[in-house]
């Protein structure tokens, strides 16, 4: 079935230094992929999409490129703020509408940024 | 306006007691979903509804119950809590047409003692 697997966390960082945390998946087709965001004690919220191979999400300074050719799309930021201290979510929909499409996520991955 | 909202935030009760989630969102998506998130913050899907209709159970124990009033509400009951149904219970929504996000709650944090 279908699956994401992310880099294993924690991942500490000092301020403004440079973020990337891998994800791969296993999908039949062209899945949807996404990553979230989920700071202490909140819900997830979405940070960026990409629907089809080779789109690139962004948002607040955040960039993902969906790579068909090796089943990637890691997250990656050129400078860290402490604010942005959260779990990161992979994850995956395929590529069917409809009322059994879900999504599924990755183990998560604890971003901690030190000042 | 809170778009998916969940209550309550906070749940302790003992073993063996009944409890429920509610949880309502107000996008007009027409599919709802309940995911459990453990310690280690590993998220796994239990149930999904479209237009009130179950759609996907996860080999979830019979002691949890969703029940869905129409598209906009998903309830979630637990019977005959156990200290291992301890986690944060999110609900979420969702128009499953391809490469839509899903709109997550604000989670409610079960312990069981």
């Known amino acids: 079935g279908d699956s994401v697997t992310q880099m294993e966390g924690p991942v500490t960082l000092s301020e403004e230094a440079f973020l990337t945390i891998n994800c791969t998946y296993t999908?039949?087709?062209?899945?949807?992929l996404f990553w979230y965001v989920q700071y202490p004690g909140e819900g997830l919220q979405l940070l960026l999409k990409a629907t089809k191979a080779d789109d690139k999400g962004s948002n607040k300074g955040f960039e993902a490129t969906y790579r068909k050719e090796t089943t990637s799309f890691h997250l990656e930021k050129g400078s860290v703020q402490v604010s942005d201290s959260a779990v990161y979510f992979c994850a995956l929909s395929d590529q069917y509408g409809g009322a059994t499409n879900k999504l599924i996520f990755g183990t998560g991955t604890l971003l901690a940024v030190q000042p | 306006d809170t778009a998916v909202s969940q209550t309550p935030k906070y749940l302790v009760t003992q073993m063996g007691n009944d409890k429920s989630i509610k949880c309502e969102q107000n996008?007009?998506?027409?599919?709802m979903y309940w995911y459990k998130q453990d310690s280690k913050k590993f998220l796994k899907i239990m149930f999904s509804y479209n237009n009130k209709e179950l759609i996907i159970n996860e080999t979830v124990p019979n002691r949890f119950s969703p029940k869905s009033p129409d598209k906009a509400h998903l309830n979630l009951h637990i019977n005959s809590l156990e200290l291992g149904d301890s986690a944060v219970y999110f609900c979420a929504s969702r128009a499953t047409t391809s490469g839509t996000e899903a709109f997550f709650g604000q989670g409610t944090r079960l312990t069981v003692v």
């Open positions: 996008l007009g998506h027409d599919t």
């Open positions: 999908a039949t087709g062209y899945p949807s």
